[in-house]
């Protein structure tokens, strides 16, 4: 699959009086269909990254392409057609007083044609499981229920990336595995293209690739395994520490990084 999303040598501050970036440099692509998760720590820019992609904040240097579409701000509200974002508090994004008519509030923006509308509302609550609570107050659910509400509001603008920054941190684990279930199966099943803004290392070890910042710069893209095995200030998903306390034992366990699809398998073989 190409690059959707195109960052050509990104360079942005804050303060335009001082010559000192808090980002610059940055330079990647994301596929059609991929989840990339960009980590890194406090201050890093992570965030600033985010809101740069969906032309929230605008870069001083450097051009960033959406679908092939140079994201300036003639093209950026056709842009946020094509890409979303669900911030880590979603209560700042409900308008609507029930959860259908907030899914369908940016669709009344767009002038959608009624029948097209709640078409699209009817497919996207029932892709992330809210059909039961689609006369609900949104203020009201609970914090993996609302993430579910942004994403839907995302989906029904037919949304082909959405980026989620530090979306899922104040949700419980249930919750929280929950959607991030759904948003696997929306990624693998529907194509959705996922950007995820984290500290979660078992979020980040189920991505397509990481990218990891470092004080305003990118200092690493690959895949899991080689950020895991190169970095040793990450700390490793479940399934890779309990192979290395395993090996410590002097147990015998496969020779390289596992994930939790990999650890399962090496389990059954066992039986």
Do not use: C
């Amino acid at each position: 699959m190409g690059p959707i999303i195109e960052v050509q040598d990104i360079h942005f501050r804050y303060d335009k009086r001082t010559q000192d970036y808090n980002l610059s440099g940055i330079s990647f692509t994301v596929n059609k269909g991929e989840w990339v998760s960009i980590i890194g720590h406090n201050g890093s820019g992570k965030s600033t990254l985010s809101r740069l992609l969906v032309g929230l904040l605008t870069p001083d240097l450097g051009m960033i392409k959406v679908n092939g579409i140079e994201l300036n701000e003639e093209t950026k509200w056709e842009i946020r057609t094509i890409i979303g974002m669900v911030f880590q508090n979603p209560d700042n994004q409900f308008l609507g007083t029930t959860v259908q008519d907030d899914v369908a509030f940016g669709l009344e923006n767009l002038n959608i044609p009624y029948e097209e509308m709640k078409k699209r509302v009817d497919n996207v609550l029932e892709l992330v499981s809210m059909t039961d609570f689609r006369e609900h107050d949104p203020s009201l659910l609970s914090g993996g229920q609302k993430q579910r509400v942004a994403i839907a509001s995302a989906l029904a603008l037919q949304s082909q990336v959405i980026v989620f920054d530090e979306a899922f941190v104040m949700l419980d684990p249930k919750s929280r595995t929950e959607l991030l279930q759904t948003l696997r199966n929306l990624n693998k099943h529907y194509g959705l293209t996922v950007i995820s803004i984290t500290h979660d290392m078992n979020e980040a070890s189920n991505s397509d690739r990481i990218i990891m910042l470092e004080k305003g710069k990118i200092s690493f893209i690959g895949t899991p395994k080689e950020a895991f095995i190169n970095y040793s200030e990450l700390t490793p998903p479940l399934p890779e520490r309990l192979r290395r306390v395993l090996l410590e034992k002097g147990r015998k366990v496969p020779n390289d990084y596992i994930n939790e699809e990999e650890l399962v398998q090496w389990l059954w073989k066992l039986n």
